[in-house]
């Protein structure tokens, strides 16, 4: 066992490091140094502590360095920076921030853990934003927002998404400005689409394809020179992790750009390990940055195992997330189709639209479902739901079926807790299942992007819904034959090729069966009407939005 143990950065993997290595071992002399004020505080608080969903500061403090050191005889120094790494004499320089003091501290192993930090773009201005990444941001933002009345806040991520919800919680006018051509990057645009709709429900101004020229006095100008005004701006615009030790030290940076580290967390020098935002996640296409809160504190703990001797077992990561919004929940797991098209990979694609749970139990709430397939191996590559209700529910079981290893196929398989006021005897994860087995038994269909290219190629539209719901709105160029008529009309559309569609797919995989089995060469539109609506309106929107910017 080591003797002395330094972990450089005190929140997540740093911690979660830290007091694994004391379970392990009484004997080891273990020191933090974190260069912020707080260590182990929530960092995925801080917006709702803004937004006065959680009303104390005080619940965002989960440890102190005096209760560490009496709980677990950690020595622990915050606003404590370490300017350097001798590698060779298995040191580290170390300043305090406010007296500047500087010293050495020796280690027998070393954990990185030093985390990211916000990306400032190098805008005219930019000095005046706002971002929030630890408690003294949250607390000058909290500062500024007892003045304010209206922000304009960059950036559609995680951080964007629930600080513009938690000012708009505070009676704010929020503008929420995008440079990308959708919120929430992790998701596909016809996902996407639905948080900009919740937004502006909720009366926050969107701006998709926009991107900000400069932080004025008065708000933001954007390319093109459209203002946006604001008494504040905040800055989301994603983080950069911090490899300046790392770099300077002369340890391996890896393909993605972070901290190369083996299966147990070891980065390129025996003594070193890395945890966290800045080191490399395995994934299923080689390494990948993934900066989650959970996989930190696992491996922290793997860190701190292998330090110790014990076995470690590091598996692949997936990136498994959820945000909230305005009461949207918004979750993905392993990668979206865009990232596997840019791949060049095949893959077979499921949308779905279920409710939550049983339709005739009250406040059933539907949600938005996308599980993308390998279609050799069967294997989920990654899955997509957005709702109200039970998101993350599915998402989890999506995820540990991928875990797992099971198929796409195996979802029909899994028993999942049913009650009417929680699921339904068909789970939507069944359903995904019985959707994939139909696609594998030679269902063809057809994606909400292709209809435009498959229409040139001679394929035509058939809606299959009500005429109620075909009166209301339809893809233009669509047939009418109502699915029960379908039988009744099988002369006049023999010899076509034929795309048929409903709102959200069930109907009109009867009706593909009927005409397949009558040997008519069809394609049902997977996620029917309510996807290619979503997707159109994606594309659409986002195209004007950037010819106006």
Not at 22 to 45: M, P, Y
Not at 49 to 76: M, W, Y
Not at 439 to 444: A, K, L, Y
Not at 525 to 535: A, E
Request: aromatic share 6%.
């Amino acid at each position: 066992m080591p003797e002395k143990v330094v972990v450089i950065g005190g929140v997540a993997g740093g911690m979660s490091a830290a007091t694994r290595l004391r379970r392990l071992s009484e004997t080891t002399q273990i020191t933090v140094f974190e260069r912020g004020g707080e260590v182990s505080f929530a960092n995925c608080g801080l917006p709702y502590h803004v937004g006065e969903v959680i009303p104390h500061r005080s619940s965002l403090v989960l440890q102190t360095p005096g209760a560490l050191k009496n709980r677990f005889n950690i020595d622990v120094h915050v606003r404590t920076e370490v300017t350097a790494i001798d590698r060779a004499n298995k040191t580290v320089q170390v300043r305090e921030v406010e007296t500047g003091k500087e010293y050495s501290a020796p280690y027998d192993a070393l954990v990185l853990s030093p985390g990211s930090s916000p990306i400032r773009p190098p805008l005219p201005g930019v000095e005046k934003s706002y971002v929030l990444w630890n408690l003294d941001d949250m607390d000058r933002m909290i500062e500024r927002t007892q003045t304010a009345q209206s922000a304009i806040v960059v950036g559609g991520g995680f951080i964007g998404l629930e600080v513009a919800e938690n000012l708009a919680h505070k009676g704010m006018k929020v503008t929420l400005v995008e440079a990308l051509p959708q919120l929430m990057p992790l998701l596909d645009p016809e996902m996407a689409w639905l948080l900009v709709e919740r937004a502006r429900v909720n009366d926050v101004d969107v701006h998709l394809a926009a991107k900000v020229q400069e932080v004025t006095d008065q708000g933001v100008t954007l390319e093109g020179g459209k203002a946006l005004d604001a008494d504040m701006v905040v800055m989301a615009v994603g983080a950069r992790p911090n490899l300046e030790l790392a770099k300077e030290a002369g340890l391996e940076i890896g393909a993605a750009g972070g901290i190369a580290v083996d299966d147990q967390q070891r980065s390129s020098d025996p003594a070193i390990w890395a945890v966290g935002d800045a080191a490399e996640k395995k994934r299923d296409a080689g390494a990948g940055m993934i900066p989650l809160a959970g996989l930190a504190n696992r491996h922290g703990r793997y860190a701190a195992d292998s330090i110790m001797g014990r076995p470690v077992r590091n598996t692949t990561a997936y990136g498994t997330s959820i945000v909230g919004f305005f009461g949207l929940a918004a979750a993905s797991t392993g990668v979206n189709e865009r990232v596997l098209r840019d791949q060049g990979r095949a893959m077979r694609i499921i949308h779905s639209h279920p409710i939550d749970h049983a339709g005739y139990y009250p406040d059933a709430a539907q949600m938005a479902m996308k599980i993308i397939v390998d279609p050799e191996t069967d294997l989920i590559l990654g899955a997509q739901v957005v709702g109200d209700d039970g998101v993350d529910k599915r998402i989890d079981v999506l995820a540990t079926a991928m875990q797992a290893g099971l198929t796409a196929t195996d979802l029909i398989d899994l028993e999942l807790a049913y009650a009417p006021q929680f699921g339904s005897a068909k789970d939507p994860i069944n359903m995904a299942g019985y959707i994939n087995d139909n696609r594998v038994g030679g269902e063809d269909s057809a994606q909400w992007h292709e209809v435009d290219q498959l229409a040139a190629d001679g394929w035509e539209l058939i809606d299959v819904r009500s005429s109620f719901e075909y009166t209301r709105g339809t893809i233009p160029g669509a047939e009418f034959v109502a699915l029960d008529s379908i039988r009744d009309n099988l002369d006049s559309l023999r010899g076509r090729k034929l795309i048929v569609f409903d709102r959200v797919g069930q109907r009109a995989h009867t009706a593909a069966s009927i005409l397949r089995l009558e040997g008519i060469e069809v394609k049902n539109l997977d996620g029917g009407y309510l996807t290619w609506q979503l997707g159109t309106f994606a594309t659409t929107a986002t195209k004007q939005e950037a010819s106006t910017s």
